[in-house]
C-alpha cells in the first residue's frame, strides 16, 4: 500500500471489509455496574478484546484486555466482585466513518490502545474497529495493489 492509498483508505473502508458497513457492528457492551469477570466472560465467549461500557444509551467507558492486565491481575484484584467502572477507562477516544485510516492508527499508537468505538454522525456507538481490522485492510490494500502490479507487468493488466 502506497503512502496515498493509506492517506485515501477511510475507516468507512475498514467496516466494508470487515463487513459491517451497512448495518451496526453489533458491538458488545456492559454497564458500569457489570463485574469484570461477566466482562470478561463475555468478551471470551464473542472472541473479541474490548467490551463498550455504556450507561442510558451513552458511552462512559471501554474495557479491555489490558485494563485487566493491568487493574486487575497485576494488582490482584477479584474479578467477580470488582465493578467495571473501578477498572474501565473512562475517556473514551473514538472515530467516524469518515476519518483517515493513518489517523486511527496514529491515535491507537499514541494512545496505545487496539480498539476505537465508531461514533455515527449524532455520536452514538456505532462500530469498533481494532488494530487487527485496520491491519487486515492494509494488508489487503498491499495485496491488491501487488496483484494490479503482476498483472501490468505480465501483460494481463488493461490500460484502457
Known amino acids: ?13 475498514v467496516l466494508r471489509t470487515k463487513g459491517t458497513l451497512q448495518q451496526n457492528g453489533d458491538v458488545l457492551t456492559a454497564t458500569p455496574t457489570d463485574t469484570v469477570y461477566d ?16 450507561e442510558d444509551d451513552e458511552m462512559v467507558g471501554i474495557f479491555t484486555e489490558r485494563d485487566y492486565m493491568r487493574d486487575i491481575a497485576l494488582k490482584g484484584r477479584s474479578s467477580p466482585e470488582t465493578e467495571v467502572q473501578e477498572v474501565m477507562t473512562e475517556d473514551v ?15 491507537m499508537n499514541d494512545l496505545q490502545c487496539r480498539h476505537l468505538p465508531v461514533v455515527d454522525d449524532e455520536g452514538n456507538l456505532a462500530d469498533i474497529i481494532s488494530m487487527r481490522d485496520c491491519a487486515k485492510q492494509v494488508a489487503e490494500s498491499a495485496e491488491s495493489g501487488a496483484t494490479q502490479l503482476v498483472n501490468y507487468v505480465t501483460g494481463q493488466y488493461s490500460t484502457r
Open 1 to 13: 500500500m502506497d503512502e496515498r492509498e493509506l492517506v485515501e483508505t477511510r475507516v468507512r473502508d
Open 93 to 107: 477516544v473514538t472515530a467516524e466513518t469518515e476519518d483517515q485510516l493513518r489517523d486511527c492508527l496514529d491515535r
Open 39 to 54: 466482562c470478561i466472560d463475555a468478551m471470551v465467549d464473542r472472541g473479541i478484546g474490548s467490551i463498550v461500557i455504556t
